[in-house]
């Protein structure tokens, strides 16, 4: 079997998405999500310009070595642009060794470890009732997990929650809009937001929040110790990773579960992380930490250290990328919850998918390869339109971390 071809398909239904399909000369195909959300661009002219040149004529059975042409063989290695596309390409092989071996892709990952897949959705409102409304709302739709963000009072635009009351999409604009933050406002508000969640609706139900990079470790800490009563499933990205000490303040100050990961490329901006027991959940994606064969040694390497995974899943991730998530999930013996944020109608009728909900759970189905396509006609409906993330700036004008 050969590569013979492979294009990338760019389109916008609501939200930019970059999809790479790998043609081989068997008839066979497979598709990978290539999207990275607020720099779609980039990767495409990377995979264009210099991945598909590489892979024509290659087997595509051969995946590990694919995977360590592209990652060792450019020297410039790591980084969300390059490790996006190399992600896509191998998700798009695994899809096609599975159709050639006429099974789900799950089982050529190991088989399944458990029988469904626990997700979390978002409840996110512009204050403390509607937040409530929404959590309620997830609660009767049979969702086990929610995560909780609400408006700041005294905050114009807080992450997580939509300016208009419409679904929350934080590529909003063609240039970046700016948001405004206050640390001390949050700081205050946080406490109450999840004393009031659990006076409503008990213990039963597991509660997440997402800090969104925001805090110095000392505060993040403050924020753990002070949400310990309401013993959260995870406080996620409490503060910007890339000093990863930091983690170590958070640690000693806080039984709260950290979870974090997913901007994280690779395994080795996780490593120290995972290997000091400072965080609970790993959250790199498949689409961002270089596709499922990566994704599996970062699991396999948090396995010893008692992290669990806990997979990205907002709609800055195709329905492709969603159905390798739910087959990777399936498969891997120390899966922790997986993220749910429900692409819209727009969204779904460019792809096609196998994965489906019931109660709380997902499992991936049982269609061959991992069970999603796009349907390119439908496709080249929606062009690329350019939307940028938000930035962040505090009260007093200095840029924050978004």
């Known amino acids: 079997m050969k590569i013979i071809d492979a294009k990338v398909i760019v389109c916008s239904p609501g939200r930019n998405f970059v999809t790479l399909k790998i043609i081989t000369d068997e008839g066979l195909y497979g598709v990978g999500d290539a999207t990275l959300n607020g720099r779609e661009k980039a990767v495409v002219s990377y995979l264009e310009d210099y991945v598909i040149p590489m892979l024509i004529g290659r087997d595509p059975q051969r995946i590990e070595d694919i995977w ?14 390059g490790m ?8 798009a092989l695994w899809d096609i060794k599975a159709k050639a071996a006429n099974m789900p892709l799950y089982q050529l990952l ?45 905050v114009a635009g807080t992450y997580g929650v939509s300016k208009n009351n419409k679904k929350y999409e934080p590529a909003d604009s063609d240039l970046p809009t700016e948001d405004t933050w206050s640390t001390e406002k949050y700081l205050n508000y946080a406490p109450k937001l999840f004393a009031e969640v659990r006076k409503q609706f008990g213990d039963d139900i597991h509660l997440l ?17 002070e949400l310990e009563p309401y013993h959260l499933f ?23 579960p950290i979870a974090v990961g997913e901007v994280f490329n690779s395994i080795h901006d996780c490593r120290e992380l995972i290997q000091n027991q400072l965080i609970d959940y790993i959250r790199t994606t498949v689409v961002h930490a270089g596709g499922i064969s990566q994704l599996k040694r970062i699991a396999d390497f948090a396995s010893l250290f008692h992290v669990k995974t806990g997979c ?32 819209s ?16 759970y ?35 004008g200095t840029l924050w971390n978004w």
């Open 68 to 81: 360590q042409y592209l990652y060792r063989g450019v020297y410039w290695r790591r980084g969300p642009i």
């Open 110 to 154: 190991g088989g399944r470890s458990r029988d469904k897949i626990m997700v979390y959705t978002h409840a996110n409102g512009l204050d403390l009732g509607s937040t409530l409304e929404q959590v309620g709302k997830a609660i009767d739709q049979g969702y086990k997990a929610v995560r909780v963000q609400s408006g700041i009072p005294g």
């Open 234 to 256: 995870w406080m996620e990205d409490p503060v910007p990773a890339e000093n990863q000490e930091s983690f170590k303040l958070i640690r000693h100050h806080t039984t709260t």
């Open 209 to 225: 929040h997402d800090v969104h990079h925001r805090l110095t470790p000392i505060e993040a800490a403050r924020l753990g110790k």
């Open 345 to 360: 109608e727009k969204m779904e009728s460019v792809f096609t998918r196998d994965y489906r909900y019931v109660d709380g």
């Open 362 to 396: 997902f499992t991936p189905g049982e269609a061959i390869g991992h069970g999603a396509d796009i349907d390119e006609s439908i496709a080249k409906k929606y062009p690329y339109k350019r939307a940028c993330l938000p930035v962040n700036r505090l009260e007093d």
């Open 312 to 343: 990205h899943g907002a709609t800055d991730l195709s329905p492709i990328c969603m159905a390798a998530a739910l087959h990777f999930d399936y498969s891997v013996a120390n899966f922790g919850i997986q993220e749910h944020m429900a692409h």
């Open 84 to 91: 996006t596309a190399i992600a896509a390409v191998d998700t």
